[in-house]
């Protein structure tokens, strides 16, 4: 069973922008996006939680926005001003119980429930 599917991701130049998309099978209260870069462990870059809150990792603050809309069970990340280090596999990642605020110190694969295929964004320089 597919519980959230990932789109949207591409080539873009530095500077550029490029707007996530995924698809969630139902309601779920707390919502994220995590990147992976080549080589490096998977973090969380921005996240939607029970209350509608927004939080945002320290390396997109002010570039990229995390939006959701409720009645398409639909999350979005708006990436704008791309850089070479945002290159990578972006994963969309859902939790079925409610929380507030950022994503705890910890494993992120036990925070999260269910987790999307991943959609590649590459930045040239």
């Known amino acids: 069973q597919v519980h959230v599917e990932e789109s949207g991701g591409g080539s873009v130049q530095a500077g550029g922008s490029l707007r996530l998309s995924c698809a969630a099978a139902r309601y779920y209260p707390y919502m994220g996006w995590c990147h992976q870069a080549p080589g490096k462990e998977r973090e969380w870059v921005a996240v939607i939680d029970t209350g509608g809150h927004t939080t945002y990792a320290d390396s997109v603050k002010g570039r990229f926005t995390i939006s959701k809309d409720n009645a398409k069970n639909t999350l979005y990340l708006q990436m704008n001003s791309l850089a070479p280090e945002d290159t990578g596999l972006y994963y969309c990642?859902?939790?079925?119980?409610?929380?507030?605020?950022?994503?705890?110190?910890?494993?992120?694969?036990?925070?999260?429930?269910?987790w999307g295929q991943g959609t590649q964004v590459t930045v040239s320089s």
């Open positions: 990642a859902v939790r079925g119980g409610g929380y507030d605020g950022r994503p705890p110190p910890g494993d992120l694969y036990t925070f999260f429930d269910f």
